[in-house]
């Protein structure tokens, strides 16, 4: 029975309830966002690299190690040797390994050198395999592949040339043009910094910064095509040796990505490595070291969170305002109620029940609308922003936004409930 007459006060009212409405559809939609977008960056930001279970590298930090392997921020202080990269490639508890060198650049964007196994291997995001949009992998010595920000910002397509400049600044005096790359391809984009990179060949790096007077001897290597990954390593071995022996080895790497045969072997392969191997290198497990690197920016979340529930507390009192502020025009209605036998408690709990259906409404409305738009946008998050989209907003801190707020909702309007209740009261002994 109240909740009808609150239903038909409300319509009675419905140009104020509609504005207070609105607000708190905005100020629930942003809190319930928020704290969506805030678990989705967390688990993208920890997917930037996934299916690769040991990143090595030269003794460093492990955050050190991920932010210029992964991330491209910094550089390394050292290398590790190219016999590293055969040794893991060997060994029994690897799968692949993708061999990385860092330190040149290309107008501002990162240069990476390394091989075909790194677009067959390489994932991020949830297991999704890196795709070109136009062109194919490596097919040479001198191939190029750029990321998809490369070829927006510098306007470059399939076939066009690249020089690359020595160090990693936007200016650089140093050009190696005379080895230039041709762009064979280029990614499609993946909201993370591969999009920002161009990736040439390890032969094409070395060849570049070979001095022409050099005489010192090299050893054969190959372009990898990804069909040389299917087999065990021995038999991609054996393949390397029937190749062509004219391409340079290089002598040492930045970085190598591994993949296991067994996931629950990484912490028996990170030991080896960092406590038993005859080179000083240092193995992390990608998801510790990502995890590590979030509860330093922990701040940032915190805050976005806070705003909300800023706006959600505004939204709050302009609902009791709304409703203090129809109190006045409301004596009749009351005095009408009271006169029927309506009780001061029962016009209480009318008031409450107002706002509480105002607010349930605005939740229900703020719900639909975020998941609306979260799955329409789901391919340009991705994209533009490396934010990948999984699960719904039907989760359990869903749950505990829309309770808390339905909670505050019951308890602010006790503000306009207890005057409510007076006015009905103070009615009544008037009656009397």
């Not at 510098?154 to 005096?173: P, R």
Request: aromatic fraction near 6%; glycine fraction near 10%.
């Amino acid at each position: 029975m109240i909740a009808k007459i609150a239903l038909a006060s409300l319509k009675n009212r419905r140009t104020s309830v509609l504005l207070t409405l609105i607000s708190i559809i905005i100020s629930v939609s942003l809190l319930l966002g928020v704290e969506f977008i805030r678990g989705q960056i967390k688990q993208s930001f920890t997917r930037t690299v996934s299916g690769v279970d040991l990143i090595v590298g030269a003794p460093t930090g492990n955050l050190n190690l991920l932010l210029y392997s992964v991330f491209r921020i910094g550089n390394a202080t050292n290398g590790i040797s190219w016999e590293q990269v055969e040794k893991l490639d060997d060994h029994a508890l690897v799968d692949w390994v993708i061999p990385v060198s860092l330190g040149d650049s290309h107008k501002g964007f990162r240069v990476v050198g390394t091989d075909n196994r790194y677009f067959t291997h390489y994932q991020y995001g949830n297991q999704q395999s890196l795709e070109l949009s136009s062109g194919s992998t490596f097919t040479g010595d001198m191939s190029a592949v750029i990321g998809s920000e490369v070829a927006k910002s510098l306007g470059y397509t399939v076939g066009d040339e690249l020089v690359i400049s020595h160090g990693l600044g936007n200016v650089s005096f140093k050009q190696h043009e005379q080895h230039p790359f041709t762009i064979t391809g280029i990614l499609a984009a993946t909201g993370t910094p591969i999009d920002k990179a161009v990736h040439v060949t390890l032969h094409g790096v070395e060849a570049m910064h070979e001095k022409a007077s050099s005489g010192s001897s090299v050893r054969s290597m190959r372009i990898r095509k990804p069909a040389d990954q299917d087999g065990p390593p021995s038999s991609r071995a054996g393949a390397d040796t029937n190749q062509g022996a004219h391409q340079h080895e290089p002598e040492q790497v930045t970085a190598i990505f591994v993949g296991l045969t067994s996931r629950a072997a990484a912490l028996q392969l990170q030991y080896q490595l960092n406590q038993k191997n005859d080179e000083p290198v240092l193995a992390i497990l990608p998801g510790m070291a990502l995890s590590q690197l979030w509860q330093l920016m922990g701040g940032v979340e915190k805050l976005l969170l806070g705003i909300s529930v800023l706006i959600l507390a505004a939204s709050l009192i302009g609902l009791i305002t709304m409703l203090l502020a129809t109190m006045r025009e409301r004596r009749h209605e009351i005095a009408v109620l009271r006169a029927m036998g309506a009780g001061p408690l029962a016009i209480l709990w009318l008031i409450q029940t107002e706002a509480l259906l105002v607010a349930l409404v605005g939740c229900i409305a703020a719900l639909g609308i975020d998941s609306v738009l979260f799955v329409s946008l789901a391919s340009v998050l991705s994209e533009k922003f490396g934010l990948f989209i999984s699960g719904t907003l039907l989760t359990g801190n869903s749950a505990v936004i829309i309770g808390s707020v339905l909670i505050a909702t019951w308890l602010c309007s006790f503000v306009p409930a207890l005057a409510a209740y007076r006015q009905a009261l103070h009615a009544g002994l008037s009656q009397r």
